[in-house]
């Protein structure tokens, strides 16, 4: 796709809302329900991923005690 111009990006605090603008999606009902679906999906992947993180790292704790105490 090529710009006739730079987009801007100034008066769109948000990066989904900078998403919608570059690919030209009209304001109104319609983005603000892309919006609302948008920040959703991103506040459930992070949640998601944090969560993993957790417990891999409550995993390899666990996994380093059992060979602490094998060792000794």
């Given at each position: ?14 990066i989904f809302n ?12 319609r ?5 609302w ?12 991923a944090?969560?993993?993180w957790?417990?891999?790292t ?15």
């Amino acid at each position: 796709m090529y710009l006739q111009s730079k987009p801007n990006f100034s008066k769109d605090a948000g990066i989904f809302n900078r998403l919608l603008t570059f690919f030209r999606v009209p304001t109104g009902e319609r983005r603000a329900k892309l919006l609302w679906r948008a920040n959703l999906t991103g506040l459930f992947l992070v949640s998601w991923a944090i969560g993993d993180w957790q417990a891999r790292t409550y995993l390899l704790e666990q996994e380093e005690e059992e060979t602490t105490d094998n060792a000794a």
